[in-house]
């Protein structure tokens, strides 16, 4: 299957179909930057409750620059049903394939179209949700393995992110300059897919996982004292003080991989888990 996004030189023209696979990536091509970021439709999945989750991820081309495009016309999601133009997405764009990073969540009988729209580098970009039973994605019910998503907790006990879309935490609050401490708590059920099961199986080990901090959205740039960090897949937690430049409004996302992660679990998208903490930044 070709996955096609929409690209022209100017928000009047018209698109024309691009496939993902033609675009290639700047460090192929040896280029540090100047090149674009496009959104990807990872899929979608069904919530607990019963309302369906539009998994969304990112391409950026560069070798080195780290795009930002903060949400508005350049960066906003179409139809979404409480019309807003910010549904989570991310505001800073990190080099290469990002799978899965944000979910726009809406309600089964929900037939409107969702689409995300990017403007960088002088070109357009948008990528539409199809809910095709071709584009159904295993992020929370488990792939052919029987491997679920990691869970993670930001508070001891308290509510659990599954899948792509997790849970959002916050608001936090800090200072400009002075590290705030965000602390985690991540399991597994220690299954792997992909060709990290194959080492699994020869080694008989229990895999731990690994939580990777991102800024997601915000004005100013944000440090990690421990940007990753393993932890069993039996349970742990880890901290990491983040420290904000500007003051604002900051969006921070944590993603919990097992061995297999973003790059081996492909379409089924089972084997990773996004949240995210709200964090409210004065000087």
């Known amino acids: 299957m070709t996955l096609a996004i929409f690209s022209s030189t100017g928000a009047q023209a018209q698109g024309t179909p691009l496939a993902v696979e033609l675009l290639p990536l700047g460090k192929d091509l040896g280029l ?16 607990e409750d019963g309302s369906i989750a539009l998994s969304f991820g990112y391409y950026n081309r560069n070798s080195q ?10 960066n906003r999601i179409i139809g979404a049903p409480n019309g807003a133009d910010d549904q989570g997405q991310p505001t800073e764009f990190d080099i290469e394939r990002h799978w899965g990073v944000f979910t726009v969540n809406i309600p089964a009988d929900f037939d409107g179209e969702i689409a995300w729209h990017l403007e960088n580098q002088g070109k357009v970009f948008e990528v539409p949700a199809n809910r095709h039973t071709d584009f159904i994605i295993d992020a929370i019910v488990g792939d052919a393995n029987g491997n679920f998503p990691p869970q993670i907790r930001f508070s001891e006990g308290g509510p659990i992110g599954v899948g792509p879309g997790g849970i959002t935490a916050g608001p936090m609050h800090a200072k400009v300059g002075e590290p705030l401490a965000v602390q985690a708590w991540a399991s597994d059920d220690g299954k792997v897919s992909g060709i990290a099961a194959m080492f699994v199986g020869q080694s008989g080990a229990t895999p731990p996982v690994d939580i990777t901090w991102f800024k997601h959205q915000g004005p100013g740039q944000v440090s990690f004292s421990e940007p990753t960090a393993k932890i069993p897949a039996a349970g742990g937690s880890t901290t990491t003080d983040v420290i904000f430049s500007e003051a604002g409004e900051y969006l921070l996302r944590a993603r919990v991989t097992d061995l297999g992660g973003p790059e081996m679990a492909g379409h089924s998208q089972c084997c990773w888990t996004n949240s995210f903490v709200k964090v409210s930044v004065s000087n």
């Open 32 to 47: 540090r930057s100047g090149q674009t970021v496009t959104p990807a439709y990872e899929g979608w999945y069904e919530n």
């Open 65 to 74: 620059e780290v795009l930002n495009i903060p949400v508005g016309s350049a």
